[in-house]
């Protein structure tokens, strides 16, 4: 069983930046893709970042279009950590971030409770 816990969520300004952690336990080597899904009131979830967390060749973090330039997926394989920071933060970021494991993209079977983030 693999569990995930957010952490790192926190009431910004606007312009200010934040990381967000995502600690990874149990099975593991269960999954290959660790992704962040924020979502807003009354919005659905958004997939904005996606990193690959398998053992085999490691391929480039993937992110919306929405958020590049300003938020980077990272992961510490040591600590079955990965985070996300966020960069130049707006009002429209505000939302409960989620991270999601599972064997692929379209295979997250694991989610967190989240962290949330509000930006004024």
């Known amino acids: 069983h693999v569990q995930l816990v957010e952490s790192g969520g926190d009431s910004v300004l606007a312009g200010g930046s934040l990381r967000l952690s995502c600690i990874v336990s149990?099975?593991?080597?269960?999954?290959?893709?660790v992704g962040w899904f924020p979502q807003a009131p009354g919005k659905e979830r958004e997939g904005v970042a996606s990193i690959y967390t398998g053992d085999g060749l490691q391929g480039s973090p993937e992110y919306a279009d929405s958020v590049k330039g300003r938020f980077t997926i990272s992961r510490h394989k040591a600590k079955n950590a990965v985070y996300l920071e966020i960069k130049s933060l707006k009002p429209e970021d505000t939302a409960m971030y989620y991270c999601?494991?599972?064997?692929?993209?379209?295979?997250?079977?694991?989610w967190g409770m989240g962290t949330q983030v509000t930006v004024s």
């Open positions: 149990g099975s593991f080597s269960r999954t290959n893709v």
């Open positions: 999601a494991a599972g064997g692929s993209w379209v295979t997250l079977d694991y």
